[in-house]
């Protein structure tokens, strides 16, 4: 918990330095995302079985941007963790971006569900993550600074990232370092190699993922986690 304090308050200071120093009017800009995607993906891993929806709302000031990130199944099950939310906290600056995520994952059932609930038996996971990126690349490192004690020592090991954009198609790399029990992977190693292709239309996007990932037989055993070595995903979004 000390370790969480320190890094907030760390961030928080950044923030307010940079605010005290910059004399432009304050202007707050807002966004709202929806997307239909046909399965929930995320670091290189299925998350139930059924078409997801997800929704991203912004908000950002000067240099700092608050978001909230959702996504729901749509088969109603909540099997495999489907469901999820991310609260996070950016800060940017000559390219650079450094971020405070809470990630939670609802379970099953809603008793066993308490959003609120920060102790020692938290469901919350989160991380801290620098970002250095520009028109072409981008480099990121996560690492969880907080979560439940029931996960032992495997909730800590980093997550690190890196990318290439050209044109409309992206490329990138990505893996843990060690056993992870926010990435659900049993054990070290590349665990996200991909091809995003996006192509604008009228109210939004439409991208298309394909994702291969190489330690597939150490995802983390859990009913309707998949487990696929290669995933072909599509997200409609309207923004």
């Known amino acids: 918990m000390k370790r969480l304090i320190v890094i907030i308050s760390l961030l928080f200071s950044l923030i307010s330095y940079s605010q005290e120093n910059d004399s432009i009017k304050t202007k707050i800009e807002t966004d709202l995302q929806f997307s239909i995607a046909t399965r929930n993906l995320w670091r290189g891993i299925i998350f139930g079985n059924s078409p997801s929806l997800q929704t991203l709302l912004i908000c950002r000031i000067k240099s700092?941007?608050?978001?909230?990130?959702?996504?729901?199944?749509?088969?109603?099950?909540?099997?495999?963790?489907?469901?999820?939310?991310?609260?996070?906290?950016?800060?940017?600056k000559d390219g650079f971006a450094l971020s405070l995520s809470d990630y939670y994952f609802f379970n099953t059932e809603d008793s066993l569900n308490d959003y609120f609930d920060y102790s020692k038996t938290t469901q919350h996971f989160l991380e801290a993550r620098l970002k250095y990126s520009n028109d072409k690349i981008w480099i990121l490192g996560g690492y969880n600074v907080y979560s439940g004690s029931w996960v032992g020592?495997?909730?800590?090991?980093?997550?690190?990232?890196?990318?290439?954009?050209?044109?409309?198609i992206s490329f990138f790399i990505g893996g843990v370092t060690n056993k992870s029990t926010l990435n659900f992977m049993e054990k070290g190693g590349i665990t996200n190699i991909g091809i995003k292709i996006e192509k604008p239309i009228i109210l939004g996007s439409l991208s298309a993922y394909v994702v291969y990932n190489?330690?597939?037989?150490?995802?983390?055993?859990?009913?309707?986690v998949g487990k696929n070595p290669i995933n072909l995903v599509g997200i409609l979004t309207f923004k």
């Not at 978001?67 to 939310?85: D, M």
């Open 153 to 168: 020592n495997y909730s800590t090991f980093p997550y690190v990232e890196i990318g290439y954009t050209y044109e409309n």
């Open 214 to 224: 190489p330690n597939y037989r150490y995802i983390t055993d859990i009913r309707e």
């Open 64 to 92: 700092l941007e608050i978001g909230l990130f959702g996504t729901l199944s749509t088969n109603g099950s909540r099997l495999g963790y489907p469901n999820t939310t991310e609260a996070y906290i950016s800060y940017y």
